[in-house]
């Protein structure tokens, strides 16, 4: 079974910093692209960065660029979104995606096959 487990959110306030884990089983690590999306209230699921199976090169969104590190330890089989400077308008719950898919973009959401629960993180001002 492939289970995809989120944790590390929590309240912070503006310009500080979380570090988001996401702990992958049931799959060959290295074979899947995994990505990282957040969710805010009544907004649509956002991508923010992904690791390509293809040869592990990482990608991010423009929104996140510069600001958040995507990392993986494949020993582990984990995957981590390192988030600094943070903002309010970073609020939402994010969630790691993966895929049996390669990409040389962040791909949309229809692309990855396999969800975490999400993990809450929250920006005050």
């Known amino acids: 079974e492939v289970k995809l487990v989120e944790s590390g959110g929590g309240s912070v306030q503006a310009g500080g910093s979380l570090r988001l884990t996401c702990v992958a089983s049931?799959?060959?690590?290295?074979?899947?692209?995994i990505g990282w999306f957040r969710q805010a209230p009544g907004k649509e699921r956002e991508a923010l960065s992904c690791?390509?199976?293809?040869?592990?090169?990482?990608y991010y969104t423009n929104a996140v660029k510069g600001r958040f590190t995507m990392s993986s330890d494949k020993a582990k089989n984990t995957v981590y979104l390192e988030m600094n400077r943070l903002k309010p308008e970073d609020t939402a719950v994010y969630f790691c995606?993966?895929?049996?898919?390669?990409?040389?973009?962040?791909?949309?959401?229809?692309?990855?096959?396999?969800w975490g629960q999400g993990t809450q993180v929250t920006v005050s001002s």
């Open positions: 995606a993966a895929s049996q898919g390669m990409s040389d973009v962040v791909p949309p959401d229809h692309f990855f096959d396999y």
């Open positions: 049931g799959f060959v690590f290295g074979n899947y692209s």
């Open positions: 690791i390509t199976s293809k040869d592990g090169t990482i």
